[in-house]
C-alpha cells in the first residue's frame, strides 16, 4: 500500500531564517504530488503541483519555492521565512492516470516568529 | 473553473444525533467529488467520493453523501455521531485541479 510522510511534523523558525520541508511518498511510481498550506481557521490553498522530476507549476506567486529531485521526493523551500509563512503545510499525491483523488500526509506545523 | 461553498462554518450535535453537512459546488465541466476529515493537527483523510453512477455513495465511518446534479450539491450525512467525530470537514471538487471548501467545524457534545 501507499504510504507519504512528511517531516518535520513542527517547526519554530525565525524570521528571515530559511525553510526547507520534505515529503516522499511510498508505493507507487510517478505520482502527481502538491504542496498545500492551511491558515489557521481557513480551507487549503494550492502552493504547487509536480507530474513528473524537474516539473513543478506554481499556483500562487510567493516566498516560496518548490523542488522535486527524484520522483517520489518533494521539498518546500524558503529563502527567507516571511511571518505570514507561518501554516500548517500539506503534501498530497495522486496516481498518474486517473488522478483524481488525493492524499494527504500528516503535516507539517511552522510557526514563523 | 470550479468552486465549493461549504454553508456551515460551524455544527454542533450532540451524541448520537445525525448530522448533515452541506457542500455545493459549480463547475462548467463533469466533476469529481469528495469528502475528507481532518482531525486537530492531522492531515486530510479521504471519507468518500463520487467519481460516477450511483448518486449515494457510503465512506467510512458510517458517513454517506447524496450527489444532486440538478441542485449542484454533495451534502454529507451520518445518522449517530460518536464524540470522534469532532474534526474538521472539507467537501472538494475536481476539475481542472482540486478546489476545496472553507471548511466545517463539527463539535460532538455528550
Known amino acids: 500500500s501507499q504510504t507519504i510522510h512528511q517531516w518535520p511534523a513542527t517547526l519554530v523558525q525565525p524570521v528571515g531564517s530559511p525553510l526547507s520541508l520534505e515529503c516522499t511518498v511510498e508505493?507507487?511510481?510517478?505520482?502527481?504530488l502538491y504542496w498545500y498550506r492551511q491558515a489557521a481557521g481557513r480551507g487549503l490553498q494550492l502552493l504547487f503541483y509536480?507530474?513528473?522530476?524537474?516539473?513543478i507549476s506554481s499556483e500562487v506567486p510567493q516566498n516560496l519555492s518548490a523542488s522535486r529531485p527524484q520522483d517520489r521526493q518533494f521539498i518546500l523551500s524558503s529563502k527567507k521565512l516571511l511571518l505570514s509563512d507561518s501554516g500548517f503545510y500539506l503534501c498530497?499525491?495522486?496516481?498518474?492516470?486517473?488522478?483524481?483523488?488525493?492524499?494527504f500526509g500528516p503535516g507539517t506545523r511552522l510557526l514563523v516568529l | 473553473a470550479q468552486s465549493v461553498t461549504q454553508l456551515d462554518s460551524q455544527v454542533p450535535v450532540f451524541e448520537e444525533a445525525p448530522v448533515e453537512l452541506r457542500c455545493n459546488y459549480s463547475?462548467?465541466?463533469?466533476?469529481?467529488l469528495f469528502w475528507y476529515v481532518q482531525y486537530p493537527n492531522q492531515g486530510l483523510q479521504l471519507l468518500l467520493k463520487?467519481?460516477?453512477?450511483?448518486?449515494l455513495v457510503k465512506g467510512i465511518n458510517g458517513f454517506e453523501a447524496e450527489f444532486n446534479k440538478s441542485q449542484t450539491s454533495f451534502h454529507l450525512r451520518k445518522p449517530s455521531v460518536h464524540i470522534s467525530d469532532t474534526a474538521e470537514y472539507f467537501c472538494?471538487?475536481?476539475?481542472?485541479?482540486?478546489?476545496f471548501g472553507a471548511g466545517t467545524t463539527v463539535t460532538v457534545r455528550a
Open positions: 508505493g507507487t511510481s510517478n505520482p502527481n
Open positions: 463547475s462548467s465541466v463533469s466533476v469529481y
Open positions: 472538494a471538487v475536481s476539475g481542472d485541479k482540486l478546489s
Open positions: 498530497a499525491w495522486s496516481p498518474l492516470s486517473g488522478g483524481e483523488t488525493q492524499y
Open positions: 463520487y467519481l460516477s453512477g450511483s448518486t
Open positions: 509536480s507530474v513528473g522530476i524537474g516539473q
